[in-house]
Structure formats: C-alpha cells, structure tokens
C-alpha cells in the first residue's frame, strides 16, 4: 500500500516546486533607494500614490499603503501598540487582534489585525528599523482568503545592508507621524500597471 502513495507523493511535491516558481515569478519588486528598502508584491497592481514617504497600490481585491516615519522617543512598544490601536478604531474595525508577524533583519515588528465595518479584512503592521530611524507601516485592507498574501507582503520587506548609504537621505526628511497629519500629499499619480520591477519615488 505505501508504494502505490510514492508516485502521487512525487507529483504533489513537483507541483508544489512549480507552483512556488510560478509565484516568485509572478511577483513586483519595488525599491526605495532613498532608504535602502525592498519589498514584493503580487503584479498587475495599480500605483495610485507614490511620494517621499508615502505609497500606495491596489488590486481587485485588495489595497495596500506603505508610510515611513521617524521613530519617536520613548517606550518604542508602549507607543507603537497605542497607536495601532488608534488607527484601527479609526478605521472602525472589530474583533481586533494582537498580531504576531516577524519580519527578518528588523528590529521589532508590532502589527494588529480585524475586520472592517464592510466585512473585508485589515492589517496595520509597524516595522522597526535596525539601521535607520524610520518606521514603515504597512496597512493593508483584503478580502477573505488573501490572509497568506498579504502576510508574504509584509515580511517581504529588506534594507540592503550591504550598499552605501544613500548621501541624498541627510536632505530627506521623514515625517514624525504627529506631523504627517497635518500635511497634504506632495504628489499624486495617475493608476499605472505595476512593470516587474519599479523604483519608488526618490527625487
């Protein structure tokens, strides 16, 4: 009996090879020079913002928004927690949960995760640099059963360590997030399809 399973187990594990080479193939990477970050997502998404700090893109089924800011002084956990909090009863979620996401090469990663008012599903993810004083949070709005995608989003995120530092980034100002409210997007960008590989704006 068990070696008429080892053909069918054969073939499962090929399928699975192929399967993951044709989702690696199928993926965007976007870079942001400017501070050395990387990060993947599925193609075929929609740029609808693209600024110094701020980017946004879009799906059918989904939206994801990427904001840097400074970090701020103080209990970094205590702060950071708060604040996703805030945002997503800002955004009117429920069922919230405490997520548990690492995301490799960073310091800390504190996210929160639950359910819209229209019944889609959201995650606020705030990645802690180890190199830079820069948070990226990361939200991304989804409908059910895209949870494994946008978790492959999230820990996707790189800072190339072993490139120079970018000389233009001392005349960047990244925007504690107390401030960055109370100033209006710098650049809008008409939709565009995603190409295989972009440069986020870095001008």
Do not use: C
């Not at 103080?74 to 919230?96: F, I, P, Q, V």
């Not at 490799?104 to 802690?128: E, H, L, N």
């Amino acid at each position: 009996m068990k070696n008429r399973f080892k053909p069918i187990a054969s073939l499962l594990a090929l399928l699975l090879l192929i399967a993951a080479a044709t989702a690696d193939a199928s993926a965007t990477v976007y870079n942001w020079s400017r501070y050395d970050l990387s990060f993947e997502t599925p193609e075929d998404g929609f740029v609808t913002f693209n600024s110094h700090t701020r980017f946004e893109i879009q799906w059918e089924d989904m939206v994801m928004t990427v904001q840097l800011y400074s970090k701020d002084q103080g209990d970094e956990k205590k702060m950071l927690t708060e604040n996703l909090h805030r945002k997503a009863l800002g955004y009117s979620m429920y069922d919230l949960h405490d997520g548990k996401l690492k995301v490799k090469g960073f310091k800390k990663t504190y996210s929160i995760d639950g359910t819209m008012p229209d019944g889609s599903r959201a995650i606020i993810a705030d990645i802690v640099s180890k190199h830079q004083n820069l948070i990226i949070e990361v939200t991304v709005n989804y409908l059910y059963g895209n949870r494994e995608i946008v978790e492959d989003m999230i820990k996707s995120f790189a800072e190339n360590k072993t490139k120079q530092p970018n000389r233009e980034r001392k005349h960047q100002k990244v925007q504690p997030r107390h401030k960055a409210k109370k100033q209006q997007p710098q650049q809008q960008e008409t939709p565009r399809p995603a190409a295989k590989k972009e440069k986020l704006y870095d001008a």
